[in-house]
């Protein structure tokens, strides 16, 4: 494809910013009477401390250390400095000294923490080691401790603590995840998510395959708007960025054991050691948690429980002084009860038809075992390679390989009549490799470029199974799917419309489809940040994409034609229209995405940023039985503008980020019946349109306690005309999943009862208001179901205990939803399409207790 002028442009700007950079190190490098600083920090019980800033003030030189607490300053005029090394937390220390012609000296330095403070945090979103409060992006990141603190191991409850974050968790096999208004769950092989999910710089963001358990993190960081230059296609609008602990040089361990009610049982921890003294560790964590289903099923088990089993094995190896070689390899099972996909429209014996009270689900017409569940598993190997090259210089090297095989069983029509019985069989497999070549300088020039290549395999098999003679109610509006007694409608047979004469309907039948996506890509990049002045810093970055991909859909007949078939177009089947073998189309792609930002520096303490940048969901063909559609890439440009600092020596840190979003070419996942056939795809559903303001803020308050607490407000609805000028069908409708207003506050209270014992409290607490679980934005005025959509709702979480032993020890209890707040976390669903919407339930009162120790 032919590069545009203006690209060519951009791209030899970028060359020349990195040849100035390469140029100016090469030259001073070349100055006889200059030394050098190099030298690790540390805390005062020696762990390493990433992120802390190193000043030589009369040069006003300085730089950050990398991961593991080391620093180097180069090309320093020979002679005495004083050396000042600043962290969040810790007390700034101010050191003497002197520099040699021709010579690096070492210097370490250890930091003591501050009485009342807040605790550093630093992230690696640029591809390089900054404090949070230097990155120029909308970016929330919280680290393993908060996330043990507040009993997170799961991405919806993160969400609740991320403002622009939203994660619906129907089940592991269908997430939702939504940024700024942008949902995506769809589970189609052949659709590329908006939202890009990574471990370790690796993807993991195919809808069946991203749910992960969060233990034994070192942090989580979310990076809102369009962030492709920086993780790839699919990063539309936004990144969740999971990052593991690593294997380190120390021998240590931690367990948690713990119960609760719902028959819950609960394990997690980890075991590291050196295998070969500093050279090589090792470590082991893992995590299981079984949970009851905390709703009544009359006609089987109970639903909405958990089973997860996940398990992790890490190394790393220093095969040299400049060398990091971490090798990584996870395993995930889920194994829970299926999900209660409740219809308000039908009311259980002894029950109601509300949502949170007991169901009836079932039987399934065709299989003797129709119990509803989830078997899932994910499995992945990762390998990272991080090698310092000559001067400012290092290449990074990301090698990933995942594999997921998940199976659902649900009841569509969430009532006890056998009609609509669906699984899904969904599985993939992919592997990515990505060379990235950094220069990292303390003058004017930082920036990385690299390669990447992406490819996957993958599959969505959905069976559909049901009793011809009860689905008929669903589809004749003049039929009652229960008669007076609650029983289900049973219609033996039909007439005819031809001759009169009636035609049996089956008690069983079943069909199914499915789709297969298959894609191959590579991708280049390169992002830089040039700095002006002492106070003004420029970024750019731009990505190009090439794809080849391939969609393609197959319906199996049903061994036994259908008898409702004829008359709903479908025939042999019933629902899904015949292929008559596999359809394919391949088509290939090819796209540019980046970002502009302008960063300045008000004071060592706040700075303000804005950004423009280009986001892009890849296209997506769509084969089904009547042929193929190429839908155009999705489209979305960003303006932000932001606002970071720290006031009160420290104690307290704040951001502020005001945005619009304006979509083009808009994809939508729909599910319906057409003239009796039932259609899942995605459309095009034209321009779109978002404007929000978010904001954060934790602080140290007095010694033993912390705070914290955010706001997020977007309005996203679909414009009045689409890129034509012609009216949209969903003009001035909501996005789906996206509260106007949410807010979430907590506290961290410790006190000391002895010397070696403190007692702890956390309170925290969610709120979201109003939002649709559908673009619709469905009411149901004249219908007895309640509307597709949420009302506002909180929930308040305590949390509290007691530490003895230094610490080692701890026993604690949680209540979470302490008020017992009913809420959903789906409606509408495949049952929607047929008539039937269905519900969701929250999960009531959960209550538990730990105990926890480490070594």
Known sequence: MPIAPQIRQKLLVFALLFLFGFVDTAFVLAQPASGGLSGQVTTNTGEALPGATIQVADLELGTSTDQDGRFELRNIPAGEYALTVRFIGYQTIEESVTVPAGETVSVDVALSPRRVALEGLVVTSQKRVERIQDVPVAITAYNGDFLEDLGISEADDLSAYVPGLEVQLQSPNNPGFVVRGITSDNGDSRVEPRVSVFKDGVSISKS???????????????????????????????????????????????????????????????????????????????????????LENRTGDDLNGKETFAIRGLTRWLPTSSTVIDAIVNYQQDTPPGVSFKSTAYSPENSTSDPNDPAALGPDPVLEDDDLFIDRSVWSATLLIDQDLAGAWSLDAVTGYRAFDSLERFDADGTPAPVLQFDEDAEGQQFSQELRVTYEDDGVFSGFAGASVFWEDGSQRVPFRTDERTFIALLDPNIPLFGPGGEPTVVPAIPNPETGALIPLKESHEEAFTNFGTTTAVETFVDGTYRATDHLSLTAGLRFTYEDVTGEYEVTNSETPGTLGPLLGASPNNLFAPTNGRISETEQFSSIVGRFIADYSLSEAANVFASVSRGRRPNVINVDAGGSTILDNEIVWSYETGVKGRVLSERFEYEANVFYYDYSNFQT????????????????????????????????????????????????????????GDPQELAGNRFRLTPEHTFAVGLNLTVPVTDRTEAFLRPSYTFKSQFFFDEENTVNADNPNPPIAQDDYGLLNLRGGVRVFDGRVTVEGFVENLLNEEYLIDAGNTGQAFGVPTYIAGPPRLIGVRLSGRF
Do not use: C, M, W
């Open 208 to 294: 069946r395959g991203s749910v992960v358990e969060l233990y034994d993190l070192e942090r989580v960081e979310v990076l809102k708007g369009p962030q492709g230059t920086l993780f790839g296609r699919g990063a539309q609008i936004g990144a969740l960025h999971i990052i593991q602990n690593k294997a380190r040089n120390e021998t240590s361990g931690r367990f948690e054991l713990g119960t609760g009610n719902f028959g819950e049982r609960y394990a997690t921890g980890h075991v590291n050691a050196p295998i070969i003294e500093d050279r090589l560790f090792g470590r082991v964590a893992a995590f299981y948690q079984k949970r009851d289903g905390y």
């Open 669 to 724: 996942s729909v599910t319906e019946l057409q003239d009796g056939e039932f259609v899942a795809e995605t459309r095009d559903s034209g321009a779109a349109s978002a404007i929000g303001f978010e904001t954060a803020v934790r602080g140290a308050v007095v010694e033993g306690l912390s705070a914290f607490g955010n706001y997020s407000y977007i309005d996203a609805t679909f414009d009045d005309e689409d890129e034509n």
